[in-house]
């Protein structure tokens, strides 16, 4: 294999074998993130036009092998720990920064979600891991309320963790648009909330440009205004743009934006107290 083939651009998890567990450099996380899918068949509750995950369905995950996933960790966590892995495959000086449930789908659809959070436990104790990296749950936030998640996640309030919650936009006609659901405010924030209550909460929204529109002013104004009652408990807004092509069917052309044109946004965004971070 060749040297770096790591980046923040080449996320292709056939470079390695295995089927639930692998490595991307990742450019929010800072360094090399271990992902953990759980969605295997590519099945989502979502369907964002922006998805980068190819032959995306709607559905749920299929049943996971408890065994096979937690071998699979074991291999990685001793590829990163003790052999030579950052150093042959990653630029120099990348850091292992986390494990995150993320992969095809939505994690938190998997009825063996609170099962797998168990084995990463025990896996961070072994190796040793609980005050190196932080533990994160990218999610659109679905089955936030539900309560064998609030319960699975409770299993690591001992260890770093964090929440990364999809909100693109909270204008209705918008979410149809880009998550392809219909999603109610009520519904967008009672699940923030539990994610809150739960754990340090990230909120990542994805801006682009839709068919050579820029995100409107009403719609930005209605996503501040949500925002607005829990500034003072949102740990950080991440404000990003389109890494890689999507594989999604759309008429839709969708056009990644500029750092400026980013920068701008967020300029806007900042009259929460909320800090905000751009990934262009």
């Not at 999809?166 to 979410?175: E, H, Q």
Request: glycine share 4%; aromatic share 8%; with cysteine.
């Amino acid at each position: 294999m060749p040297i770096d083939i790591l980046t923040i651009t080449k996320h292709d998890r056939n470079i390695f074998q295995g089927k639930y567990i692998y490595p991307v450099v990742s450019r929010r996380a800072g360094g090399l993130s271990l992902g953990i899918n759980l969605n295997t068949n590519s099945a989502c509750n979502w369907q964002c036009i922006y998805c980068e995950v190819p032959n995306l369905v709607r559905g749920k995950p299929e049943p996971i092998n408890l065994q096979e996933l937690e071998n699979e960790l074991d291999y990685w966590l001793d590829q990163i720990i003790n052999q030579s892995f950052l150093s042959q495959y990653t630029k120099s000086q990348t850091e292992f920064k986390d494990i995150a449930f993320s992969g095809n789908g939505e994690p938190t659809a998997s009825k063996q979600f609170k099962d797998v959070v168990g084995i990463l436990i025990k896996k961070i104790s072994e190796y040793r891991l609980d005050q190196k990296i932080t533990i994160r749950l990218i999610t659109n936030g679905s089955y936030m309320s539900n309560i064998v998640i609030q319960e699975s996640l409770s299993l690591i309030r001992n260890i770093n963790r964090e929440i990364w919650f999809k909100i693109d936009s909270v204008n209705k006609a918008d979410i149809r648009t880009v998550n392809q659901v219909n999603l109610s405010l009520v519904t967008i924030k009672k699940n923030l909330e539990a994610a809150l209550n739960n754990s340090p909460t990230i909120i990542q929204t994805c801006f682009f440009k839709l068919n050579e529109k820029l995100p409107s002013s009403e719609s930005l104004g209605e996503y501040i205004n949500f925002l607005k009652p829990y500034e003072n408990k949102i740990k950080g807004i991440h404000l990003y743009s389109l890494a890689r092509l999507s594989e999604q069917p759309s008429k839709n052309k969708l056009r990644r934006l500029t750092k400026s044109e980013l920068e701008v946004i967020a300029s806007k965004i900042k009259v929460l107290k909320i800090p905000v971070y751009i990934f262009s």
